[in-house]
């Protein structure tokens, strides 16, 4: 039987992989934060995330380098990809928005659907159900939408002030942006030359309600790797999953 979405999907995807990772040190003093590899996988959050691409559908990638962007080409040259790959490197600071717009300009099909994901993000859910909810909402652009469990301990009181339970590291009550993307074409078109698209593409797009919220389904994977206990809660994770 036919796919009736199937050529409304996205096969190609852009990767931000320019940050520094500050926060990552001293992992990130010697390669950017997307080639930090995750502890017993022998693979880095990038390689990680080609072989999802791949597996959703996606054949060319164009990643978004800055920070010792040499180390990330270095790795792209030698390592056995599953998809096609472009790399960009910014000449000067554009901000979140304009290096979105000067990557996605390398993309191969201007006139076609694109995915987008922070190069910290390590996940695991259908893309390709997303692409189906972002067209069937007509919207311009569709955010993956996680809701991360929270670093303590929760208590839930009665109505007297009674503590009657205690629950370990809860998800937290609000969704929060996922940091992976569905694009329609005109979308490339609404980001600014420089600065942040979330502060002015994103909220003019929802007031004018073309933006969509995509909820990860429950029980799929999904962590931003942004601190070296991430890189922990990861392994553990992961290996918990047999992944």
Not at 33 to 47: D, L, N, S, W
Not at 71 to 79: G, I, N
Not at 172 to 179: D, F, H, S, V
Request: glycine share 10%.
């Amino acid at each position: 039987m036919t796919d009736p979405h199937a050529a409304s999907r996205p096969t190609q995807a852009v990767i931000l992989a320019g940050g520094q990772g500050s926060r990552l040190r001293p992992y990130t003093d010697d390669r950017p934060k997307p080639m930090v590899e995750i502890p017993g996988t022998g693979t880095p959050i990038i390689g990680h995330q080609l072989v999802w691409l791949a597996e959703e559908g996606v054949t060319d990638v164009v990643v978004s380098c800055g920070h010792l962007a040499e180390v990330l080409q270095d790795w792209l040259k030698t390592a056995d990809l599953p998809v096609d790959v472009t790399t960009v490197v910014e000449t000067e600071p554009l901000g979140r928005g304009g290096g979105l717009k000067y990557a996605a300009a390398r993309l191969p099909r201007p006139d076609r659907p694109w995915y987008a994901t922070n190069g910290d993000i390590w996940t695991r859910f259908s893309l390709r159900e997303m692409a189906d909810f972002h067209a069937e909402r007509d919207a311009i652009a569709t955010l993956a939408l996680a809701r991360p469990r929270i670093p303590w301990g929760a208590v839930q009181t009665d109505g007297f002030g009674h503590i009657t339970d205690f629950i370990e590291a809860p998800p937290t009550t609000y969704e929060i942006n996922a940091g992976v993307y569905v694009f329609s074409p005109a979308f490339a078109g609404l980001l600014p030359e420089r600065g942040d698209h979330e502060r002015t593409t994103f909220p003019h797009l929802a007031r004018e309600r073309r933006l969509a919220g995509f909820p990860i389904p429950q029980g799929a994977y999904w962590r931003a790797i942004d601190t070296a206990k991430d890189l922990t809660e990861a392994a553990k994770e992961l290996a918990t999953l047999g992944r």
